[in-house]
Structures are given as structure tokens and as C-alpha cells.
């Protein structure tokens, strides 16, 4: 009696839901003895039911993000020591080279240091390792202490400029030959 009274009120609430129309007058098929049948004809509905439209909205929502923390940690690090010829007082620098990549890994070191008069050339070398990151990005670096007399320094990177804004800060060259025949004479004051 329950689930009879159940299902009747299940149905119910599930025709209320909708909008039914007669649309045709329908007719029961005739049956003779013979076993003859005539076609009938059921009767049509249209049925109306609740308009549904798929669509997108803004919401703000929380979404966790990977966020690199960076720690401060002792490791051994280059030190060049240079004393100039006419002497000056001496200080000690960090020479350090950075850049911003995306879609692969790839790594950055300082390979060489060249010398002319008072200019120092930081040549590094910036090398994709193949390994995907996807849509991330990536920042790279290198560094190297240096106890000398105030120089100009000058950043090179031997490689291709990664196509990040933040990478127009030094100078891109295609290979070591192309850094050659820009700075000239000079003499290497350090090699990886």
C-alpha cells in the first residue's frame, strides 16, 4: 500500500513538472473475431517541459597554485680575486646572470670571464635539458664572487633569448666566435 501510494505521488510530481497539449484525437485499432486488425491511430502529445540553458558565468573561485619558495643555502661558490696593476681599492661583487624560460627546463652557468683594461665580459651559456615544464615558467641562474677594484661589467649569453620579457636585461649571442670578434683582444680571467 505504501509504495503504491509512493509511486503514485513520485508520478505526480514528475507529470506536475510538465505541460502536456493534446495535439491529435487518437482512436483505439478495431479487432474482429477473424483476427483481422484494423490500423488505429494513438493519440499525439506535445509536452512542454522546463527550458534548460547551458551557458558559462565569472566566479571567483580557489584554485591552488604552486608556489617556489626560494631558501637560503650554503654552497660553494666561484671566488676570483683580481688585484689591477694600479692597484684600487678592492670589493667584493656578485656577478650573477638570470633568465626566465618556459615550456622546457633548461639550465644557466657561467662558463667564462674575460678582462680588457677595465671591463669585465660574463660569458654564460643557457641550455634547454629537453624536459617539458608545460605552460610553466622558469627562472634559471648562475653567480660568481668576485673581489676586484669597481670594472664594467658586461653580461653575454651564449644560446637562444627565450621569449620572456624578462630576458632583455643582457646580451644574446649565437655562439662563443660572434663574442670573439665584438670584444677583441682580452684575457680569460676564468673558466668553468
Not at 650554503?74 to 676570483?80: D, G, H, K, L, N
Given at each position: 500500500?505504501?509504495?503504491?501510494?509512493?509511486?503514485?505521488?513520485?508520478?505526480?510530481?514528475?507529470?506536475?513538472?510538465?505541460?502536456?497539449?493534446?495535439?491529435?484525437?487518437?482512436?483505439?485499432?478495431?479487432?474482429?473475431?477473424?483476427?483481422?486488425?484494423?490500423?488505429?491511430?494513438?493519440?499525439?502529445?506535445?509536452?512542454?517541459?522546463?527550458?534548460?540553458n547551458v551557458g558559462?558565468?565569472?566566479?571567483?573561485?580557489?584554485?591552488?597554485?604552486?608556489?617556489?619558495?626560494?631558501?637560503?643555502?650554503?654552497?660553494?661558490?666561484?671566488?676570483?680575486?683580481?688585484?689591477?696593476?694600479?692597484?684600487?681599492?678592492?670589493?667584493?661583487?656578485?656577478?650573477?646572470?638570470?633568465?626566465?624560460?618556459?615550456?622546457?627546463?633548461?639550465?644557466?652557468?657561467?662558463?667564462?670571464?674575460?678582462?680588457?683594461?677595465?671591463?669585465?665580459?660574463?660569458?654564460?651559456?643557457?641550455?634547454?635539458?629537453?624536459?617539458?615544464?608545460?605552460?610553466?615558467?622558469?627562472?634559471?641562474?648562475?653567480?660568481?664572487?668576485?673581489?676586484a677594484a669597481d670594472?664594467?661589467?658586461?653580461?653575454?649569453?651564449?644560446?637562444?633569448?627565450?621569449?620572456?620579457?624578462?630576458?632583455?636585461?643582457?646580451?644574446?649571442?649565437?655562439?662563443?666566435?660572434?663574442?670573439?670578434?665584438?670584444?677583441?683582444?682580452?684575457?680569460?680571467?676564468?673558466?668553468?
Amino acid at each position: 500500500m505504501i509504495r503504491r501510494m509512493i509511486f503514485t505521488m513520485t508520478t505526480l510530481a514528475i507529470l506536475a513538472g510538465c505541460d502536456f497539449k493534446k495535439t491529435e484525437k487518437g482512436e483505439l485499432p478495431e479487432i474482429d473475431v477473424d483476427v483481422d486488425a484494423e490500423a488505429g491511430e494513438l493519440p499525439e502529445y506535445d509536452v512542454d517541459w522546463a527550458e534548460v540553458n547551458v551557458g558559462t558565468k565569472t566566479e571567483t573561485v580557489e584554485i591552488p597554485k604552486v608556489v617556489v619558495v626560494m631558501e637560503e643555502e650554503e654552497v660553494e661558490v666561484p671566488y676570483i680575486d683580481v688585484d689591477m696593476p694600479d692597484g684600487g681599492e678592492k670589493e667584493e661583487h656578485t656577478l650573477y646572470i638570470e633568465a626566465e624560460v618556459s615550456d622546457e627546463e633548461h639550465t644557466m652557468e657561467i662558463q667564462q670571464i674575460w678582462a680588457t683594461g677595465k671591463n669585465l665580459y660574463v660569458i654564460s651559456e643557457l641550455k634547454s635539458t629537453g624536459q617539458s615544464i608545460g605552460d610553466k615558467k622558469m627562472r634559471v641562474s648562475d653567480q660568481v664572487t668576485l673581489n676586484a677594484a669597481d670594472l664594467n661589467v658586461k653580461y653575454y649569453v651564449v644560446g637562444q633569448r627565450p621569449d620572456r620579457v624578462f630576458n632583455r636585461q643582457h646580451t644574446y649571442v649565437n655562439d662563443m666566435n660572434e663574442l670573439k670578434d665584438r670584444v677583441g683582444d682580452y684575457k680569460v680571467i676564468y673558466t668553468k
